[in-house]
T-cell receptor, first 113, second 110 residues
Framework: DTEVTQTPKHLVMGMTNKKSLKCEQH?????MYWYKQKAKKPPELMFV???????INESVPSRFSPECPNSSLLNLHLHALQPEDSALYLC????????????FGSGTRLTVV | ELKVEQNPLFLSMQEGKNYTIYCNYS?????LYWYRQDPGKSLESLFV?????AVKQEGRLMASLDTKARLSTLHITAAVHDLSATYFC??????????FGTGTSLTVIP
């Protein structure tokens, strides 16, 4: 298995809703990442988990809450989002310290109404 | 923080023509990656360049890395419509973090 699987592919949520994005990989990668990408912009790093521990939080608002239950799963819990949070959310994984780059998931297209 | 700049931001080229996209980065990085992204889709890995002088080729695309100049190039040969997409370079620091360039939106015109 050489893929990163993200669900759902599309999500529409109201500003008072609570939802979660899920990411799963079975490549044995021990680093996992959340990126946010707005239209026509490069991906922006949100969070990094290394060996299931949060190692980087790029000053992301608390309405985004990451969780790494085990080495294969990464969640992003969403609560009280704003319309400007609408974006493509990308999950990626890699071997920490090895030169193979990231494997990206297909992304979740999030729309906040 | 590692800063990565790409140019041009937008590129419109005719089929059959050649062109080069440039990627400059601000501090030492021995690892440089190129990705392709189609509209609304995720990032597809194209090339991984791991050392000075590295050159990789796949079809009509060729990527190179000059770590002394902190420059990577993506050369397109005899462009075809299927190459229309946004291309990102990304440099990796010692902390295993990626820093993406601004992206180059390529449109190949018949």
């Amino acid at each position: 298995d050489t893929e990163v699987t993200q669900t759902p592919k599309h999500l529409v949520m109201g500003m008072t809703n609570k939802k979660s994005l899920k990411c799963e990989q079975h490549m044995g990668h021990r680093a996992m990442y959340w990126y946010k990408q707005k239209a026509k912009k490069p991906p922006e790093l949100m969070f990094v988990y290394s060996y299931e521990k949060l190692s980087i939080n790029e000053s992301v608002p608390s309405r985004f809450s990451p969780e790494c239950p085990n080495s294969s799963l990464l969640n992003l819990h969403l609560h009280a989002l704003q319309p400007e949070d609408s974006a493509l959310y990308l999950c990626a994984s890699s071997h920490p310290g090895l030169n193979y780059g990231y494997t990206f998931g297909s992304g979740t297209r999030l729309t906040v109404v | 923080e590692l800063k990565v700049e790409q140019n041009p931001l937008f590129l419109s080229m005719q089929e059959g023509k050649n062109y080069t996209i440039y990627c400059n980065y601000s501090t030492t990085s021995d690892r440089l990656y190129w990705y392709r992204q189609d509209p609304g889709k995720s990032l597809e890995s194209l090339f991984v360049l791991l050392s000075n002088g590295a050159v990789k080729q796949e079809g009509r695309l060729m990527a190179s890395l000059d770590t002394k100049a902190r420059l990577s190039t993506l050369h397109i040969t005899a462009a075809v419509h299927d190459l229309s997409a946004t291309y990102f370079c990304a440099a990796q620091n010692t902390g295993n973090q990626f820093y993406f360039g601004t992206g180059t939106s390529l449109t190949v015109i018949p």
